[in-house]
């Protein structure tokens, strides 16, 4: 079955210990994105990632690493995760001739 | 820089009712790609569809209809006959041609179909 998965589904931690939300796509898509959603703010894209190796900021990329070691793998990093991080976040990639944009079920992350 | 407008931020209407989300964009680029997406209540993210900038048809699927206007910079998407299942939350959106993992989403309309 085609998807995006994103490990954890939810997560609380503390202010400044460092956390990884890891995705994963079986569907061998080049470009893969993370995205986090607030009340009223709609998606805002914090990095995207053109093939491995290659990736480059969104919209609201501060506070935030990738990486993109594999074509499947594209983990989002918080080195030190402050509360107003505390969000709803999805990882996504983009299919064959950018037809459709499959997003994983979310990270629901709060940091007190 | 791109922006995708969606002004309406909720919508309610009874079942049956057609209503239509409207959404305006800018961006400098001549080619990109529109997109719509469904949150239901459930949360996950649902593409409905994907349209390219230089191909103006309309596109109609079932009950959900695209109208797509570039002299107008809008990407409206109207809900024909609807049902209760399409409450949700919609967004629109907009990528880069030249490099589609760039988007830009609007900031959603709610809609509530009433029975």
């Known amino acids: 079955e085609a998807q995006v998965t994103q490990n954890p589904r939810y997560l609380i931690t503390v202010t400044g210990k460092k956390l990884t939300v890891t995705c994963s796509q079986n569907m061998n898509h080049e470009y893969m994105s993370w995205y986090r959603q607030d009340p009223g703010l709609g998606l805002r894209q914090i990095y995207y990632?053109?093939?491995?190796?290659?990736?480059d900021k969104g919209d609201v990329p501060e506070g935030y690493k990738v990486s993109r070691k594999e074509k499947r793998n594209f983990p989002l990093i918080l080195e030190s995760p402050s509360p107003n991080q505390t969000s709803l976040y999805f990882c996504a990639s983009l299919g064959k001739h950018y037809n459709e944009q499959f997003f994983g079920p979310g990270t629901r992350l709060t940091v007190l | 820089a791109q922006k995708v407008t969606q002004a309406q931020t909720e919508i309610s209407v009874v079942e049956k009712e057609d209503v239509t989300l409207d959404c305006v964009y800018e961006t400098r680029d001549t080619t990109y790609y529109l997109f719509w997406y469904k949150q239901p209540p459930s949360g996950e993210l649902v593409f409905l569809i994907r349209?390219?900038?230089?191909?103006?048809q309309n596109e109609i699927s079932g009950r959900y209809s695209w109208n797509f206007q570039k002299s107008t910079s809008s990407f409206n998407f109207t809900i024909t006959a609807s049902q209760v299942v399409d409450s949700a939350v919609y967004f629109c959106?907009?990528?880069?041609?030249?490099?589609?993992?760039?988007?830009?989403f609007g900031d959603g309309t709610t809609l509530t179909v009433k029975p």
């Open positions: 349209r390219n900038s230089f191909d103006e």
């Open positions: 990632s053109m093939n491995v190796e290659v990736t």
């Open positions: 959106a907009l990528s880069e041609y030249t490099n589609a993992g760039k988007s830009t």
